[in-house]
């Protein structure tokens, strides 16, 4: 019943940006941490960054701190986020995690979407 649906994701040249969003529906998406993962092939499920139901505290992974912002806007159900001065390495399916209840460690979601591909070219 809760579907998590990802958009935003393309192709991009290295130092461009991107805006990812995610909606979820099904529960309350004010009342869970929410966050944002990638995997690419052949290494490790990484959780990119995580964000209180408030939006007051957000964890992000050292490789994207300084140049990927998460956010939320519960009034539209809907999270974010900015991806700026990308680089070939963050190139990834990117999926939204609805319910992140150790949203300080990013390490698990409840629900998933189906993933967005962003691939960032040299």
């Known amino acids: 019943q809760v579907q998590v649906v990802e958009s935003g994701g393309g192709l991009v040249q290295a130092g461009g940006s991107l805006r990812l969003s995610c909606t979820a529906s099904?529960?309350?998406?004010?009342?869970?941490?929410m966050g944002w993962f990638r995997q690419a092939p052949g290494k490790e499920r990484e959780g990119v960054a995580c964000?209180?139901?408030?939006?007051?505290?957000?964890y992000y992974a050292d490789s994207v701190k300084g140049r990927f912002t998460i956010s939320r806007d519960n009034a539209k159900n809907t999270l974010y986020l900015q991806m700026t001065s990308l680089k070939p390495e963050d190139t990834a399916m990117y999926y939204c995690a609805a319910e992140t209840p150790s949203w300080w460690l990013c390490d698990v979601g409840n629900y998933w979407g189906q993933g967005t591909q962003v691939t960032v070219s040299s």
């Open positions: 964000i209180t139901w408030t939006g007051g505290s957000t």
């Open positions: 099904g529960l309350s998406f004010d009342d869970y941490a």
